[in-house]
């Protein structure tokens, strides 16, 4: 039984991970820590783990947890755990990490889309990146996680069988990306005030999205091609959970719908969180919501020979906590489905 700390009480992030570990067979959750509420009972700020979860918040002091814990997950704002995860590692705790603070292998990009300093370059240099299906070979060996971005998620699960068959005309990505209010965090702001969400949908950072430098690096990593831009607008929807990206680009080559549905089945044939939808068939967001799958459609248009993929996850857990606690499960060698068999919520 691993001992765990969540570190960022008070967020959605944080919260979902409480959920999943609490039903997790081989994690024990032994505090939470929130500078802001520490003292405060858990339930005071999330009434429904009353009677579930009985924790009182704290404050963070690495002697004190290095005693009582063995895994900490991140759930803070940028900026945070830059600080914190460096003295986690000189204890040899494992750390998972939910903010984007060991992303970018470039300090200079870090701050430049973040507004922060960077993180010291060797924990840089050890962060992997926990895209589970992708690089889970080096998850294996990894004692400290960057979970990607909700975004970068969907996209890059979408696109990177593509890339790596060099199918795709890399100048030619487009994405199309809209998400759930959850999505924004729950500090309270005019953008997500619910006046000015309900019934409405508008588009945010566009050009300017944080996320875009994450998902170019890994595109140019897995393409080979270092000068790699997308197209990205995100939009915000009226709705708590769910994220969906469409996804547009030129073919290098003709591929039917049949063959890249195929392609992509075989791909993903052994992870069992990511489904391919037939042809013809595209992916809902609710019939994701609540659990850990990403659900993929794909069509080829042949009379202009453009890609259309959609991909569909919930924001909250196959985007942040829900992958987080996938990658532990690699990291520990458990069976990576562990803790995260939740049949989607649905209506």
């Known amino acids: 039984m691993l001992r765990a700390a969540v570190v960022g009480g008070t967020g959605y992030g944080a919260v979902e991970l409480i959920r999943l570990i609490d039903k997790h067979p081989h994690l024990q959750l032994n505090t939470v820590i929130s500078h802001s509420q520490s003292g405060t009972e858990i339930e005071e700020i999330y009434p429904h783990l009353t009677n579930l979860i009985h924790i009182t918040m704290d404050e963070w002091n690495i002697q004190k947890l290095a005693k009582i814990i063995d895994v900490v997950f991140f759930a803070t704002p940028p900026g945070v755990s830059q600080k914190l995860v460096p003295e986690c590692r000189q204890h040899g705790l494992q750390c998972i990490d939910l903010s984007g603070d060991f992303r970018l292998i470039n300090p200079e990009t870090y701050e430049t889309w973040y507004a922060y300093s960077a993180a010291p370059q060797e924990y840089l240099n050890e962060a992997t990146y926990g895209l589970t299906e992708i690089y889970g070979d080096d998850i294996k060996n990894s004692k ?17 069988p593509a890339v790596k068959q060099g199918w795709v005309k890399m100048d030619s990505i487009i994405i199309d990306g ?25 588009a945010y950072k566009l050009g300017a999205h944080q996320h875009i430098p994450e998902i170019e690096q890994y595109l ?3 393409s080979k091609e270092p000068n790699t831009q997308v197209t990205f607008s995100t939009h915000l929807i009226p709705m708590t959970r769910g994220l969906m990206c469409s996804i547009y680009f030129d073919l290098t080559e003709k591929k039917t719908t049949e063959e890249l549905i195929n392609f992509y089945t075989e791909v993903y044939s052994n992870h069992p969180f990511i489904r391919i939808r037939p042809e013809g068939i595209f992916p809902a967001t609710k019939e994701v919501s609540g659990s850990n799958y990403c659900d993929i459609g794909i069509h080829s248009d042949p009379r202009t020979g453009k890609v259309t993929i959609i991909s569909v996850i919930d924001n909250l857990v196959k985007g942040a906590s829900g992958q987080a606690i996938q990658n532990l499960n ?14 989607p919520i649905y209506p």
Not at 144 to 160: D, R
């Open 178 to 202: 809209k998400s759930g209010v959850s999505g924004a965090g729950r500090k309270v702001s005019l953008a997500t005030h619910f006046s000015e969400v309900n019934e409405n949908l508008k």
């Open 330 to 343: 690699l990291m520990n060698g458990w069976d990576v489905r562990t803790g995260l068999l939740e049949i």
């Open 220 to 222: 140019q990593q897995e």
């Open 144 to 160: 400290l996680i960057s979970n990607p971005g909700c975004y970068p998620t969907a996209t890059l699960l979408a696109l990177i």
